[in-house]
Structures are given as C-alpha cells and as structure tokens.
C-alpha cells in the first residue's frame, strides 16, 4: 500500500446548465463558474460544455481562463434539459487530456427531461472513466419546486454520479453562495490525497470491484469523512 499528497496539473471539464429553467439563477451561475476558474494552477487546462436540450462543445481544451469566461457570459438560458448527453459529451472530450488528473464540475439544476442517453448508461461510463465527478445542484426548497419527476429526481441523480468517483454532491437553495462552494471545490481538488493499493485477487476477469475507505479519526477531532471512488473494473486479461 502507498499514501501520498499532490498538487499536480489537472484537466478539467464543466459542465454548465443553461436550459430555461436556469433563468433566475443563471447570473450567479456563471459567477459560480468563473470563481471556479480563478481557482486554477498555470498548468490546469479546461473545457467547457454548455447544456439545454442538447449538449454542445463551447470550448475545448485550452489554458485560457479569460476565454473560457468570454464564452460562459454569452450563453442565455432556454429549452429544455439534456443534463446526461452533457455529461456523457464531457466524459468523451476528457479522452483528448493531458494530464493524469481528471475532473468534471457539473453547475445544474438537476434532472433531465431531454437526453438520448439514461441514467444507466451514464453510471457505467462514469464507473469506466477515470474522472472525479463534482456537482453544484441549485435547488429551490423542496416545498417551491415543482412536481415534475425529473425535477424531484434532479437531487439524487448529481449526487448518485459524483459519489461514484469520489467526487461529491453540493446542494444549494441560497444562489449568493454558489461562488465560495465552486472556490471550495477548486481548492478541494488541489489538496487531496493518494492511496494505493494491490487486489488479492489477481483474476482478469473485467468485473466491478468494490472498495470502501474507513477512517480512525484522533481523538478529539470531530467524525470524518473520506471521499473515494467506489469500485473498479478489473483488467480483462
């Protein structure tokens, strides 16, 4: 087994919601998005994929941060949701990184009402790729939104993914705190640790292998939490 901290280059995606359901929230969006940015090393390169009902490339890789902020204030906000055909567009442009690292920031207001691709599709790609997974869900109080199934799903849907690559889920009801979690998740990334390990069982047999990370906090530090992805596909042969 090997434990380490690193602060090394990454390549990440975000994955912006401009549908029509985002129009009340769409300035502290991009807000959001363009904390995020701030937070990057020189070495860090971005894409960014814009999502209504239909997913689209906005930009790809580039180091350029002003670019990319060029190009989030242009998008307005209609249609309707394709949230899993961005999601399934960001894990294939993540294909051409460079760096080892890789990571997807999804800004949304949750559900999807438009995709081709489902939620079990989606789930076996991200369990595939080699991505951390990180979601702002900007949610109206549970008692103001509307009763529409993928709305009430929209919740669990960001946090199911995430949690799947040790990425995390944060849900927000006051929009004025979008841009100091997106800030907290870029730092978040930055300050993480490495743990290594070789399976028991040696067979190649391509199968989901779970793991699961227990900690034994110090006494007098408050419960813990580690965030880990949760399995693996095991080599073929």
């Known amino acids: 087994m090997n434990f380490s901290s690193e602060d090394v280059p990454i390549s990440i995606g975000v994955i912006f919601d401009h549908s029509g359901s985002m129009a009340d929230k769409l300035g502290k969006a991009k807000e959001a998005a363009i904390q995020f940015f701030k937070t990057a ?7 960014l994929v814009g ?14 941060v002003e670019d990319l902020q060029g190009r989030i ?3 307005p ?14 894990l294939s442009e993540m294909k051409g990184a460079h760096h080892a690292k890789r990571a997807l920031l999804i800004i949304s207001d949750g559900g999807d009402n438009s995709s081709r691709y489902n939620e079990k599709d989606i789930k076996r ?35 199911e993914v995430t ?9 927000v009801e006051d929009i004025n705190e979008l841009p ?46 580690a965030y880990a ?9």
Do not use: C
Not at 51 to 64: C, G, K, Q, V
């Open 73 to 75: 204030f242009s998008v």
């Open 125 to 159: 790609l991200v369990r595939e790729a080699d991505t951390q997974l990180y979601s702002i869900g900007i949610f109206d109080p549970f008692e103001y939104r509307s009763r529409t199934l993928e709305e009430l799903h929209g919740p669990s849907l960001l946090s």
């Open 229 to 237: 992805k949760t399995g693996y596909y095991a080599p073929s042969r």
């Open 77 to 90: 906000a209609k249609g309707r949701t394709a949230l899993l055909d961005a999601i399934y567009l960001g």
């Open 163 to 171: 949690e799947l690559t040790g990425g995390r889920s944060f849900s």
């Open 41 to 47: 090393n020189p070495q860090d390169e971005f894409f």
């Open 180 to 225: 100091d979690i997106a800030a907290k998740i870029g730092m978040e990334l930055r300050n993480q640790y490495v743990l290594g390990y070789r399976p028991s069982n040696k067979s190649h047999d391509a199968r989901w292998r779970k793991i699961k990370i227990k900690l034994h906090a110090p006494k007098g530090l408050p419960p813990l939490t």
């Open 51 to 64: 999502f209504n009902e239909r997913a689209e490339l906005l930009s790809p890789f580039t180091d350029s």
